[in-house]
C-alpha cells in the first residue's frame, strides 16, 4: 500500500498534511532556493518557481478545506504523479544551478526549452490533479475565501526544516517585484498620461483603468505614468509594478500579488495581513498589469473583482489597471474622469514612432501608404518599423499584400508584444467572445467593411444572426470594435486582416451583406445615388461607397455569384464619373472577372467606362479601341442605349461629317425602338455637339436650344441636363464672339445647376470666368473663379480643380494680385504632384500658369522654359485633339508676349501666328482675333501694324474685348505720335483710358496716362 493510501485510511487531516501537503511544500521552497542559484535563464526559472508555490499553496487550501478530496485512487496515482513532476523540477534546476557560468551561457538554448517542457509537465499534473478531485476550475480561489484565519498545514511549515543544503544567507525573504524600465519609445499619448497622472498624484487614494484593444499601447502608458516625475516624487520606492500575463486564471489576482513580494505558503488570510503591512506604511503605487489574463476567466470576474475591492480597501494604496477590452470591473470606485478607451496614435505621432525606430526617410510618401494600413496600432507601426531597419518600404507594401497582419513579428513571434497575430488572438479567443454566441461570426462581417456601419444597419444585414445587439456589445467590451463619432461600430485594420485571414465569413453570412450593399447601387430606379446630394448626404455616402469598394474587392475572388459584385463596380465607377464620389480602381478587376465568365453586356459597360475614363484623362487607357470593343457586346447583348451611347463617344474620334452621319443614325435607330424620351433627347443633344464640331454653329445651338426648352418642361429633376446644354449654347456664343450672350446663359445655368447639385455647376463657372476674362472684366473673372475653387472644394474634388487654377491665375494677375496668383500657383504645383503621365491637359495648364507668373514677375528665362515645357507635352500623345488644341494655343500666346516684351520680335511674330491658327483650327473665332491683335502689336513696321490693327478692331468691338482693344488703341495711337498726328494720338490714347477705366485695369491706366503726359 502507497503512503498516500495509509495516510487517508487514518481519517486524519493532520497525518494527511503531514504526509502529502507537507513534502510538497518541501519541494517548493527546495524549487524556489535552486531557481535564485541560476544564472541564465533566470526569470524563466523563477517564474517556473513562482507557479509551483501558487499550485502548490492552492492544493495545500483544499486539501485542508476538506482532506476526504485525496480518498480515491485516481487522485492517490494524480498526488504521487505532482510529486515527480516537482521531484525533476527541483532535480533539474539543482544541475543547472550547479553549473558554472560558462556553462549555463551554453547551453542557455537548451536549458530554456527543458523549463519550458518542465512547466508545461508542471501543467498537466496539476491538471490532472484538479479533475481527479472533482475540482472546478474556479473551485481553487472560492474554497481558499472561506478558509480558517490560521492554517496548521502552514504553522506546521514553519517548523520544517530546510530542504536545501545552503546557509542561512540564502533563505528566501519577502521581496520588491522588479520595476520595470520606462519607455524609451513614446509618442502621441501626451493626453492620457496627464490624464493619469494628475489622477494618481493627489492626496487621497486613486483607482484607473486604462482600457484599450491587442496592440494599443496600454502598457505603454502605464509604464509612462509609471516614470513620470510627478508619480516618482509622489511615491518613491514605493511603486510597484505586477504583471498578471500568463497567470493561471484558476488563481485569482491575490496569489499573483503575493507572489510578487515573496509571500509564499500562506492562506488568503496571511496574505491580505502581510500585504496590508507591505503598501499601508506611506503612499505607495500598485499597476496590474495585463490584468484580463484572471479577470477573463468563466464564472471568475466576481471572485477577481472582490480581491481588487480589497486592495482598495488598504488604506494610502493608489491602483492602475491595464485591461484589455472596453469594460472596467466592478466594485472599484473608480477615480473621475474616466479615462476612455485608448485609441490608435495620430498621424503624426504613428510616423514619429516608425520613424525613430526604422530610420526612414520621415517624407516618404510609400511611409503614408504603409501607415495608413495599421490604422495607427502602435504595436503594429513598431513591429513594421523593426522589419523596415532591413527592408525597403516597398517591399513591407508587397509583403502585406501577401501575409497581411502576420507580417508583423519579431523573434519566435510567439509572444503578444512581437506577434500583432498573437495579440489579436488572445481577444478573440478571450471566454467573453466565446460565450457570445455570434461575436465572432458579426466580426467577420465587420471586417469587410473598412468604415464600419451603424448598428440599425448590422440589424438589417446581420438579422439572421442570433442575437446580434449582445454581439455587437461583445466586440465593444473586448475592444476589437469601437463606436465612432459618427455612431459606426467599427473594426481596425490589422484586426479585420486578421479575421478575414484566420476568421472568414461564411458564404451565408456574406451573401446577406453583398445584397444589402450592393443593392444599395443597383436597385432599380430611381436610384437614391442618381439623385441630387447636399453635401451632408455625400459625408454620409462617402465611407459607405468604400465599403462597398471593399466589398466588391473581396467578393470577386471569395462569391460563387459573380454578377452581382460586377454590377455594383459598374455602378460605382459611373458615379464617381458622375460626382467623384467612390473609386474607380474596382473597374480592372471586375472586369477581368466579367471577361473569364464571359458576361458580355458587363463587360462591354466596363470597357465603355474605361473608355469615358481615359477619354477625360481620368485613367490610362486608349478610349477608341476601349469603345470599338464595346460596341460589338452591346449589339450582341441587345443593348440599344448601350449602343447608342458607345456610337456617340466613337463619332469623337472621327471627322466631323462622319460625326454628324453617325449621330443621325443613332437618333433614327432611337427613336424605330420606342426609347424614352430622356434618351432621344440624349441623341438631339450630341448630334448638337456633332454639328458644333463641324462648326455648324447656328444648327447646333438651335438643338441645343431645343434640348434645353424640352429638359426645362420636364420639370426640376431634369435641371442638371438643361443646365448641361446651356454650358454647350454659351460655348458656342463664345467661340462667336457672342461675349454678352454667352455670360447671360452661364450666369444662370451656374443658378440652375447649383441648386440641382450638378458637378457641371464648375464647368458653368469656369466658363463664365473665362467669358469675363476675354471680356476684360477682371473683377468679375475673380469673383466667378474663386468661387468655382470653393465649390471643388466643398465637393472634395480637386482632382479636376486644375482648368479653375489656371484661370484664377490669369485673372489674378490681370488685376494686378501678384501674391494671391503666386499661392494659386502654389497650390496647383502641389496638387499636380499627384497627377498622372497621362493627364497631359492638367499637367500642361499648370506649367503655363507657373510661365505666366514667372513673366508677371520678369523672370523671362524661367518664363521661356516653362511654357515650352507645356508645348512639349501637348505634342507628347496624339488624342483629345481639340483641348489639347487649345492648350497649345494659350500657351504659344503667353510665350509670343514674353518674347515681345525680350525684344525678340521675329519670334514673338511667330508665337502669335502660330495660336490664331490653331485657335481657328477649332473654331474659336474670339481667341483667334485677340492672337491677331497681339500680332498686330508685335509688328516692326507701322503700316503693316496699322493694317493689323484696322483688321481686328471692329470684331472686337463686336464681341467686347474691350481689354484687349484698348491695347489695340492705345497702340494705334503710339504709331499716330510717331507720324506726328498728335491729335489723332490723343483721341485714340484718350479712347484708351475709357475703355481701361470701365474695365477697372489700373495697369492699363497707368500706362495710357503716361503716353498721354507726352502731348
Request: aromatic share 6%; hydrophobic share 45%; glycine share 4%.
Amino acid at each position: 500500500m502507497s503512503l498516500v493510501s495509509q495516510v487517508v485510511g487514518t481519517s486524519h487531516a493532520a497525518a494527511v498534511t503531514e504526509a502529502v501537503v507537507l513534502p510538497l511544500f518541501g519541494a517548493a521552497r527546495g524549487i524556489a532556493v535552486s531557481a535564485v542559484d541560476i544564472r541564465v535563464n533566470k526569470e524563466t526559472a523563477l517564474a517556473l518557481a513562482r507557479r509551483v508555490d501558487q499550485l502548490v499553496s492552492s492544493l495545500a487550501l483544499t486539501v485542508e478545506e476538506d482532506s476526504s478530496v485525496i480518498g480515491d485512487e485516481a487522485t492517490q496515482d494524480a498526488i504521487t504523479r505532482m510529486q515527480t513532476v516537482l521531484a525533476d523540477i527541483h532535480d533539474a534546476l539543482k544541475a543547472r544551478a550547479a553549473q558554472s557560468y560558462i556553462s549555463q551561457l551554453l547551453r542557455q538554448e537548451a536549458d530554456s526549452e527543458t523549463l519550458r517542457v518542465l512547466s508545461a509537465s508542471l501543467k498537466d499534473a496539476f491538471d490532472v490533479l484538479t479533475v481527479s478531485m472533482h475540482m472546478r476550475l474556479n473551485g481553487v480561489v472560492t474554497t481558499t475565501t472561506r478558509a480558517r484565519e490560521a492554517s496548521e498545514a502552514f504553522n506546521a511549515l514553519q517548523s520544517f526544516p530546510d530542504v536545501s543544503p545552503h546557509s542561512a544567507d540564502t533563505q528566501l525573504v519577502p521581496i520588491r517585484p522588479a520595476l520595470p524600465t520606462q519607455p524609451q519609445l513614446y509618442f502621441g499619448r501626451a493626453t492620457e498620461t496627464q490624464l493619469v497622472v494628475g489622477s494618481v498624484t493627489v492626496p487621497v487614494s486613486s483607482y484607473v483603468c486604462i482600457l484599450g484593444g491587442p496592440g494599443i499601447g496600454k502598457t505603454s502608458l502605464a509604464l509612462a505614468v509609471f516614470h513620470s516625475p510627478a508619480v516618482v516624487g509622489r511615491y518613491g520606492r514605493r511603486r510597484y509594478f505586477v504583471s498578471c500575463e500568463g497567470a493561471d486564471d484558476r488563481l485569482g489576482v491575490l496569489p499573483i500579488v503575493a507572489a510578487a513580494f515573496g509571500i509564499t505558503n500562506f492562506t488568503r488570510a496571511t496574505a491580505k495581513a502581510k500585504l496590508t503591512a507591505t503598501f499601508a506604511d506611506a503612499p505607495a503605487l500598485l499597476v496590474l498589469d495585463n490584468f484580463e489574463s484572471v479577470w477573463d476567466s468563466p464564472g471568475r470576474s466576481t471572485d477577481v473583482e472582490d480581491d481588487l475591492a480589497y486592495f482598495c480597501s488598504i488604506t494610502r494604496l493608489s491602483l492602475i489597471v491595464t485591461l484589455r477590452g472596453s469594460e472596467r470591473p466592478q466594485g472599484v470606485p473608480w477615480t473621475r474622469p474616466f479615462l476612455p478607451p485608448l485609441q490608435p496614435l495620430d498621424d503624426a505621432a504613428a510616423r514619429q514612432l516608425f520613424v525613430s525606430i526604422s530610420d526612414v526617410v520621415e517624407d516618404s510618401v510609400q511611409l503614408d501608404r504603409l501607415l495608413s494600413l495599421f490604422d495607427n496600432i502602435p504595436l503594429a507601426i513598431s513591429l513594421a518599423a523593426c522589419l523596415a531597419q532591413y527592408q525597403p518600404i516597398s517591399s513591407l507594401l508587397a509583403q502585406w499584400n501577401d501575409s497581411k497582419s502576420s507580417m508583423l513579428r519579431r523573434n519566435d513571434g510567439r509572444h503578444r508584444l512581437t506577434s500583432l497575430d498573437a495579440s489579436i488572438a488572445l481577444s478573440i479567443e478571450s471566454s467573453r467572445m466565446q460565450q457570445a454566441q455570434s461575436a465572432i461570426q458579426l466580426l467577420s462581417l465587420l471586417s469587410l467593411l473598412p468604415h464600419g456601419a451603424f448598428s440599425t444597419d448590422i440589424s438589417l444585414w446581420a438579422g439572421a444572426l442570433p442575437e446580434v445587439a449582445r454581439a455587437i456589445s461583445t466586440l465593444i467590451q473586448n475592444a476589437l470594435a469601437w463606436r465612432t463619432s459618427d455612431n459606426r461600430i467599427r473594426v481596425l485594420a490589422p484586426i479585420r486582416e486578421y479575421m478575414l485571414l484566420h476568421h472568414p465569413p461564411n458564404n451565408d453570412d456574406a451573401r446577406l451583406l453583398y445584397d444589402f450593399y450592393f443593392g444599395v447601387l443597383t436597385s432599380p430606379s430611381p436610384n437614391p445615388l442618381d439623385v441630387n446630394m447636399t453635401p451632408e448626404a455625400k459625408a454620409v455616402i462617402a465611407p459607405e461607397l468604400e465599403n462597398i469598394r471593399f466589398l466588391m474587392l473581396y467578393a470577386l475572388d471569395h462569391s460563387a455569384d459573380l454578377e452581382a459584385p460586377i454590377a455594383a463596380a459598374v455602378a460605382l465607377c459611373n458615379l464617381f464619373n458622375v460626382t467623384g464620389l467612390g473609386s474607380p480602381d474596382v473597374l480592372h478587376p471586375a472586369l477581368a472577372a466579367a471577361r473569364k465568365h464571359r458576361l458580355g453586356k458587363l463587360t462591354a459597360d466596363l470597357l465603355f467606362t474605361w473608355g469615358t475614363f481615359a477619354y477625360n484623362s481620368m485613367m490610362p487607357g486608349d478610349a477608341e479601341s476601349l469603345f470599338r470593343e464595346a460596341l460589338p457586346l452591346f449589339e450582341q447583348a441587345g443593348d440599344v442605349e448601350g449602343r447608342i451611347r458607345c456610337t456617340f463617344n466613337l463619332s469623337t474620334f472621327t471627322e466631323p461629317s462622319q460625326a454628324v452621319t453617325d449621330c443621325q443614325r443613332m437618333m433614327d435607330l432611337a427613336g424605330a425602338t420606342g426609347c424614352n424620351e430622356r434618351l432621344l433627347l440624349r441623341c438631339q443633344t450630341q448630334l448638337a455637339t456633332a454639328y458644333q464640331q463641324l462648326h455648324e454653329f447656328d444648327k447646333a445651338r438651335r438643338m441645343y436650344e431645343r434640348c434645353m426648352i424640352a429638359y426645362k418642361a420636364m420639370g426640376k429633376a431634369y435641371d442638371r441636363l438643361r443646365g448641361y446644354n446651356m454650358i454647350c449654347m454659351a460655348e458656342i456664343d463664345i467661340d462667336t464672339g457672342d461675349l454678352t450672350t454667352a455670360i447671360a446663359v452661364l450666369r444662370e445655368a451656374v443658378e440652375i445647376l447649383f441648386a440641382a447639385r450638378s458637378p457641371n455647376v464648375e464647368a458653368a463657372l469656369a466658363g463664365l470666368g473665362s467669358a469675363y476674362l476675354l471680356q476684360g472684366d477682371g473683377k468679375r473673372a475673380v469673383e466667378a473663379l474663386e468661387r468655382l475653387l470653393s465649390e471643388l472644394r466643398s465637393s472634395g474634388n480637386m482632382a479636376r480643380s486644375f482648368e479653375a487654377l489656371y484661370y484664377l491665375t490669369s485673372a489674378y494677375l490681370f488685376v494686378g494680385d501678384m501674391s494671391a496668383a503666386a499661392t494659386t500657383v502654389a497650390l496647383a504645383k502641389q496638387l499636380s504632384t499627384s497627377l498622372t503621365p497621362e493627364r497631359i491637359y492638367e499637367r500642361g495648364r499648370v506649367l503655363q500658369s507657373q510661365g505666366q507668373l514667372a513673366f508677371a514677375e520678369d523672370r523671362l528665362n524661367d518664363a521661356r522654359t516653362l511654357l515650352r515645357m507645356a508645348i512639349a507635352l501637348t505634342r507628347a500623345h496624339d488624342y483629345r485633339a481639340n483641348i489639347t488644341t487649345q492648350l497649345e494655343a494659350d500657351v504659344w500666346e503667353v510665350l509670343g508676349q514674353v518674347q515681345q516684351h525680350d525684344q525678340t520680335r521675329e519670334d514673338a511674330l511667330s508665337s502669335f501666328v502660330v495660336a490664331a491658327l490653331l485657335r481657328r483650327r477649332i473654331g474659336q473665332a474670339v481667341t483667334c482675333v485677340r492672337a491677331l491683335a497681339r500680332l498686330a502689336q508685335a509688328v516692326d513696321d507701322d503700316e503693316t501694324s496699322e493694317m493689323w490693327l484696322a483688321a481686328v478692331t471692329l470684331p472686337l468691338q463686336r464681341y467686347g474685348c474691350r481689354t484687349v482693344l484698348a491695347e489695340c488703341l492705345a497702340h494705334s495711337g503710339t504709331i499716330a505720335a510717331r507720324r506726328g498726328t498728335v491729335e489723332t494720338a490723343r483721341h485714340r490714347w484718350e479712347s484708351a483710358m475709357r475703355h481701361f477705366a470701365d474695365m477697372k485695369d489700373s495697369r492699363g491706366m497707368e500706362s495710357t496716362a503716361v503716353l498721354l503726359a507726352t502731348l
